[in-house]
């Protein structure tokens, strides 16, 4: 970990709290465009703050799905939930269970997997 992240974020802090003693701070971060980038600044430095601040967005269901679309429409974050959900048999269960719920998606499942499966037998001859 580098030491100087925790000096900045002590630093956006301590601002943010001073800042607050002048007014209701939520108002501050809402109305004035400094502040609420040394809030996001502070809690976008800090893997602790980071954290604790998806686990509220992910909880309000309001805000979930604009979070989710968000890491989707990013090629790279979709890529990395993507093999992270690829490496997990739970996850990846839970998303063939989904696919196939219907008969149009349970169609295409099974059409992937006898590709998968002609592939294999392919490959096996050589």
Request: aromatic fraction near 2%; glycine fraction near 8%; charged fraction near 20%.
């Amino acid at each position: 970990m580098n030491p100087g992240w925790i000096g900045r974020a002590f630093a956006a802090v301590s601002l943010l709290a001073l800042a607050g003693c002048g007014g209701d701070i939520a108002t501050q971060i809402r109305t004035d465009g400094p502040s609420r980038d040394r809030a996001m600044d502070a809690i976008a430095s800090n893997a602790a703050l980071s954290k604790r601040m998806t686990q509220r967005m992910l909880a309000v269901d309001s805000l979930r799905a604009g979070v989710i679309e968000t890491v989707l429409h990013d090629k790279t974050s979709a890529q990395y939930v993507l093999v992270r959900i690829g490496s997990n048999p739970d996850a990846l269960d839970l998303v063939l269970q989904i696919a196939a719920s219907d008969s149009a998606g349970r169609e295409h499942v099974m059409t992937l997997l006898k590709g998968m499966q002609l592939a294999l037998k392919a490959g096996n001859k050589h």
